[in-house]
Nanobody, 126 residues
Framework: QVQLTESGGGLVQAGDSLRLSCVVT????????MGWFRQAPGKEREFVGR????????WYADFVKGRFTVSRDNAKNTVFLEMNNLKPEDTATYYC???????????????????WGRGTQVTVSS
């Protein structure tokens, strides 16, 4: 059984920063990759970034490179999404997800992730 709990969302102004957290609760050893996705109203869920639990290697969607950073604290079973220079188009519900199989192909697809949190809302005003 795996539970993911996001926090840290809120209402900010354009240019501000936010740090989202995702706490992983699991009965067994945590492995694989953790992803961050977002979904705006009326749009499909889209990949933001992911990180490998063991190495900390991270991958990003092109539209967030240089602004967002994914990191993890293995001791606290927590993954973070640091978001800088936020834009109104970043407004969405942000979700963390776990890919225990560590897919190397199509890892941007939500269906590759078995476990999901309930999401945290990020609203960026102009």
């Amino acid at each position: 059984q795996v539970q993911l709990t996001e926090s840290g969302g809120g209402l900010v102004q354009a240019g501000d920063s936010l740090r989202l957290s995702c706490v992983v609760t699991a009965r067994s050893f945590i492995s694989g990759n953790m992803g961050w996705f977002r979904q705006a109203p009326g749009k499909e869920r889209e990949f933001v970034g992911r990180i490998k639990w063991s190495s900390g290697q991270a991958w990003y969607a092109d539209f967030v490179k240089g602004r967002f950073t994914v990191s993890r604290d293995n001791a606290k079973n927590t993954v973070f999404l640091e978001m800088n220079n936020l834009k109104p188009e970043d407004t969405a519900t942000y979700y963390c997800a776990m890919d225990t199989a560590s897919h190397t192909v199509d890892y941007v697809r939500p269906e590759k992730y078995e476990y999901w949190g309930r999401g945290t809302q990020v609203t960026v005003s102009s």
